[in-house]
């Protein structure tokens, strides 16, 4: 059996990071995805998704420290359903996306938010965190270091825009 869930999207928030009783973070991204297509009467119809998803550990914290409201993720990971009590006693469900694999897509210099230089590797077209494993043992604690610099390179790959409804004229998504 198969449980795979594979997004490209926008987050609509600044991610929410919280930590566990045992001081595990997690933080909560919800991500919008859309699409288009044409009606019977031949009119555009634009229609957007919005996906909770759950990130654990090293990962939750990169995705609290270089996203925000409006940067463009892929996500890779599973569906779940969490089952609680609302404040009447009645069980309440949820589905959510559990993130096996964060990637910022952004490039370079078009991280919404972002107020640091451009130039200091690690904004989001220049960096792209390490793939963490939900399930990977807790991190040593990280010393500050001085920003690296990244290397000089103006030519950056045109892929278009993110999402298939931004052209008109697209056929197919490169991937």
Request: glycine letters at 8%; aromatic letters at 8%; hydrophobic letters at 25%.
């Amino acid at each position: 059996m198969l449980n795979k869930v594979m997004l490209i999207g926008r987050l609509g928030r600044d991610p929410e990071l919280r930590y566990t009783q045992s001081g595990s973070p997690v933080a909560s991204l919800r991500i919008a995805t859309d699409e288009s297509y044409t009606d019977k009467d031949g009119q555009r119809v634009d229609r957007t998704e919005w996906h909770t998803v759950v990130v654990f550990q090293r990962s939750a914290e990169n995705c609290n420290q270089y996203l925000r409201k409006g940067s463009l993720v892929y996500v890779e990971g599973k569906l779940t359903t969490r089952k609680w009590q609302d404040q009447n006693g009645q069980d309440r469900y949820s589905t959510e996306v559990r993130a096996d694999r964060v990637q910022f897509l952004d490039r370079k210099g078009t991280n919404p938010g972002e107020n640091a230089p451009m130039d200091d590797g690690m904004s989001m077209g220049g960096y792209t965190p390490p793939r963490f494993q939900q399930n990977s043992r807790p991190a040593a604690p990280m010393q500050r270091q001085a920003p690296r610099r990244a290397p000089q390179q103006e030519s950056y790959e045109d892929l278009g825009p993110a999402f298939p409804s931004e052209a008109s004229t697209m056929d197919d998504i490169p991937f």
